[in-house]
């Protein structure tokens, strides 16, 4: 099996600075097609950052309601390019019950632009109409300690320090400890990234974790987490109204603006302990 295409790659640039500029060789991020197949048939193309491709896959595969635990998979590997060679571009999920997706049902066919999440979706109905169970009324966390988890993920995105391009999508536990960051060029990428872990390992629903998330806390990401059972979706930037009233009508607490000990509470605020 060939090993998945670099998450990173080098270029030659010109850097301007104050009145000069100088060529020097410059660090990006990587952004490869990622193909995802279930029982032979193509599912989705999206662009990703190369790396954990059978956590995404696994992940992607969850949000959708195709797989609800680790057992459900039979076998996931790389597969192969349309001209036979072996490829880190194409995942082979095999299922258990293969007869129990219905393939035709997806209308994600074509290339999905690495931010957009749930492109391919023909209404947000099919989403909210999932059955989930609402998650952990008990867990906390206490507010000066959730202000201080940024920075915690920020020293562990590795490639983002490199190329200053990468989202990035972290767990923690009531503490404040970090138990799992996986990074990608698109947002959703790296929650699939995180949940794909947990499904692989047989530790959903993630009840007793915090989710946080570089970018915006859009709709896709709201449900995604809903799904795998996260009771805190923390987010460093704005949330979207239909991401606040999914998380509302939920019963997910939904954070946003978290940065420079601030942050604003959109729902269910009971879960954070404030002082003061």
Same mark, same amino acid.
């Given at each position: ?55 995404? =896959?696994?992940? /992607? ?5 195709? !797989?609800?635990? &680790?057992? %459900? +998979?039979? @076998? ?92 990035? =999508?972290?767990? /923690? ?5 970090? !138990?799992?960051? &996986?990074? %990608? +060029?698109? @947002? ?89």
């Amino acid at each position: 099996m060939r090993h998945p295409p670099q998450r990173v790659k080098t270029t030659g640039v010109i850097e301007w600075l104050d009145g000069h500029d100088r060529r020097l060789i410059d660090d990006v991020a990587a952004e490869e097609p990622l193909e995802i197949r279930v029982a032979g048939h193509v599912l989705t193309i999206t662009m990703r950052t190369p790396g954990d491709d059978f956590e995404l =896959a696994a992940g /992607f595969l969850h949000a959708e309601g195709v !797989v609800n635990q &680790r057992d %459900d +998979i039979a @076998r996931i590997s790389y597969g192969r390019a349309p001209d036979g060679s072996p490829t880190g571009n194409v995942v082979e999920v095999a299922l258990r019950r293969e007869g129990s997706i219905d393939v035709g049902a997806f209308e994600r066919h074509v290339v999905a632009a690495s931010s957009c999440g749930i492109c391919g979706r023909t209404s947000i109905d099919a989403v909210r109409a999932r059955e989930t169970s609402p998650p952990n009324p008990h867990f906390r966390i206490e507010a000066t300690l959730l202000t201080q988890l940024p920075a915690v993920l920020r020293s562990a995105q590795q490639v983002f320090g490199r190329t200053g391009g990468l989202h990035a =999508a972290g767990l /923690f536990d009531a503490n404040g400890a970090l !138990v799992l960051v &996986r990074e %990608d +060029i698109g @947002r959703h990428n790296a929650v699939d990234k995180v949940i794909g872990d947990a499904l692989l390992h047989g530790s959903l629903p993630l009840s007793e974790r915090l989710l946080l998330v570089s970018g915006r806390g859009g709709f896709e990401i709201v449900q995604k987490a809903l799904v795998a059972g996260v009771p805190i979706l923390a987010s460093v930037s704005a949330p979207s109204s239909l991401a606040v009233q999914m998380a509302r009508e939920g019963g997910l607490t939904l954070i946003g603006f978290l940065r420079d000990r601030r942050f604003v509470a959109y729902s269910h605020a009971g879960r954070i302990a404030m002082s003061g």
